[in-house]
């Protein structure tokens, strides 16, 4: 159109004719002048349209703002899926909305079905289920990559809120164990105490008497009398000597350090046997593999458990230690003794195994005999992290 009127003006000047090249002129300026407010107008409508794309997109992102907000506040794993069902029937209008559980969905990805989407709910590597939405009207990619998003976020705050579950529970046993823990020290330095002044330190007074009634006799002039005193105070020495060096092999023996798990054993195996004529077997050549700090707790376990087993009078003891393939150590203390089971020595031994996160069975027969089982986790088998208390 505006060809023509132009062609018409040239024309016009042509023809030397006055009124068809104003005509021609007018229609040109006419024509390009309503071209003009046209392309105004398209470009206008254009910028509305993404104008209203922009705010329907910034309407959605802070709907989606609040809804994580929504879903983050709850730290039950339970009520942080029924807040996100809820929040993506509310974000993308769906009819719908379930979870539907592991066994029931394939697939890692999020994925369209008819009618609608799934998303998978996915925490720690462990499926928790799939977020299916349905609604009429279809739904499309940017819905899908929307959604994928929010299942991700309800995923992540799944894991933290089992992640705080875990931590609170933790730092509760991690309270116990060190409460059990001083309690079980302070309950060995009495017992220690108690030990010594009752027994080294009472004998050492009654040889220092025994010295002084020597030391009298040789000023009387009574030689044998005080050979005699002197030769008694040097028994009751030995056993005293003796006694602490019991002791100090209790505490912590030295064939346990130098020479490992099962040598220790097999030592205090011996010393009883030839202390107290009672036979005790050992199977415990596997207690090499255990970490040092759990040689050493379990070795203390094992000691006050034969100790309490001699208090039953028995004729036979065997200790006995094996490995699980889950990797736990299981240790069993068996007696044939008839003697009375103090419950006091049963609940030490259980405060022990309780510090290690160990488990304590005892099974005793009503003829005689009696059954100590410790299982120690693989971990602790392994590190021991908790301390053991001391003897």
Do not use: W
Not at 49 to 58: G, K, V, Y
Not at 77 to 85: F, G, K
Not at 153 to 179: M, Q
């Amino acid at each position: 159109m505006t060809c023509a009127a132009a062609a018409a003006g040239a024309v016009g000047l042509l023809l030397d004719s006055l009124s068809l090249s104003i005509a021609g002129l007018l229609a040109a300026v006419a024509f390009a002048g309503a071209f003009a407010v046209f392309l105004i107008v398209s470009e206008r409508r254009r910028h509305e349209s993404a104008e209203d794309r922009l705010q329907s997109q910034a309407s959605f992102l802070e709907s989606f703002v609040q809804s994580i907000a929504v879903v983050s506040s709850s730290r039950r794993p339970d009520e942080i899926v029924e807040r996100t069902c809820a929040e993506a029937r509310r974000l993308f209008r769906a009819r719908d909305v379930r979870i539907l559980p592991p066994e029931e969905t394939t697939g890692r990805e999020a994925h369209e079905v008819p009618g609608g989407i799934r998303v998978p709910l996915t925490a720690r590597g462990e499926r928790l289920g799939t977020l299916e939405l349905k609604r009429p009207e279809p739904f499309h990619r940017l819905d899908l990559m929307r959604a994928t998003v929010l299942a991700d976020f309800a995923s992540r705050a799944v894991e933290n809120a089992r992640l705080i579950d875990e931590a609170v529970t933790r730092e509760g046993e991690r309270e116990r164990l060190t409460e059990s823990l001083i309690t079980a020290e302070q309950d060995e330095r009495r017992r220690l105490s108690i030990f010594l002044h009752d027994g080294p330190l009472q004998s050492m007074s009654g040889i220092a008497l025994m010295h002084d009634a020597a030391l009298a006799a040789i000023e009387d002039g009574r030689y044998e009398d005080a050979a005699k005193v002197i030769a008694s105070s040097l028994e009751r020495e030995r056993d005293t000597i003796r006694t602490l060096r019991d002791l100090s092999f209790a505490i912590e023996p030295l064939v346990l350090r130098d020479q490992g798990f099962g040598a220790a054993i097999q030592a205090l195996g011996q010393q009883i046997e030839q202390s107290y004529g009672i036979t005790v077997s050992v199977d415990v050549d596997i207690g090499d593999r255990l970490g040092e700090k759990a040689q050493v707790a379990l070795y203390q376990l094992l000691r006050e458990a034969i100790n309490q087993a001699m208090r039953r009078k028995p004729n036979r003891i065997a200790v006995t230690l094996s490995q699980a393939d889950s990797g736990h150590f299981s240790t069993e203390i068996e007696d044939d003794g008839v003697g009375e089971r103090r419950r006091a020595g049963i609940e030490d031994l259980d405060e022990r195994v309780r510090v290690l996160n160990g488990q304590l069975s005892v099974d005793s027969h009503p003829d005689g005999g009696t059954v100590v089982r410790v299982l120690l986790p693989a971990y602790v088998a392994a590190t021991t992290e908790a301390s053991p208390a001391p003897s």
